[in-house]
């Protein structure tokens, strides 16, 4: 069974803190990814990984960054939080060699 | 830009029926697509994979048109359990990974 863990399911941040949001798999699969989902806008990529210390822009980078310094962990930083950036944050995980995407649970994040 | 369209619903269908909702896609270099499923407030979940040959799992069955480049997902004698949005997904012509529908919402009353 995929197991992919987000450190929060839910978290409370101010304007301007830097926030960690942690995604950490099992699987030992090499493609990792950081999406946002906001009611009628559906689920964006914001940065994805296809192996460690490798990170490439999605459509909405902006506000962002990401770490992966091994393979079962990638971080995604939010470095000044807006209220523009409350959200649910979605982690998914995809083996090289497929298609095929499983998500963590996610972490709904409201910045006030 | 590519994009994958979904009725947003929602779809309102007796305990028992059976409902049908397409998605469209505009890149037609796509190899693989889905259907997942999200639960309200959970994370989507992988409903199916759809093939050019069309599959059946159970009550639902996906089928994909290439030439019209749409896909489909049929369900048939729907539980309230089914209630649900419904995420087309399709994969390829890019190193980006998946591009996701907006979700058709689809509610079963009893």
């Known amino acids: 069974d995929v197991k992919v863990t987000q450190s929060s399911r839910y978290l409370v941040k101010r304007t301007g803190e830097k926030v960690f949001l942690e995604c950490v798999q099992d699987m030992d699969h090499e493609n990792m990814f950081w999406y946002r989902q906001d009611p009628g806008l559906g689920l964006r990529l914001i940065y994805f990984?296809?192996?460690?210390?490798?990170?490439e822009k999605g459509d909405i980078p902006e506000g962002y960054s990401v770490s992966r310094e091994k393979k079962e962990r990638f971080s995604l930083i939010l470095e000044s939080a807006s209220t523009n950036q409350t959200s649910m944050y979605l982690c998914?995980?995809?083996?090289?060699?497929?298609?095929?995407?499983?998500f963590g649970p996610g972490t709904r994040l409201t910045v006030l | 830009r590519k994009e994958v369209e979904q009725d947003p619903g929602p779809f309102n269908v007796p305990e028992g029926a059976t409902v049908a909702f397409n998605c469209t896609y505009s890149?037609?270099?796509?190899?693989?697509f889905f259907w997942y499923r999200q639960d309200c407030r959970k994370e989507p979940k992988l409903l199916m994979s759809?093939?050019?040959s069309g599959n059946e799992d159970g009550r639902f069955t996906a089928q994909l048109n290439r030439a019209s480049q749409y896909i489909s997902l049929l369900i048939r004698d729907s539980k309230l359990s089914d209630s649900a949005t419904y995420l087309c997904v399709v994969a390829g012509g890019g190193a980006d990974g998946l591009t996701f529908g907006k979700g058709t919402h689809l509610i079963i009353q009893p």
């Open positions: 998914a995980l995809q083996r090289g060699d497929t298609d095929t995407q499983y």
């Open positions: 890149n037609s270099a796509s190899q693989s």
């Open positions: 990984s296809y192996d460690v210390k490798m990170k």
């Open positions: 759809v093939y050019s």
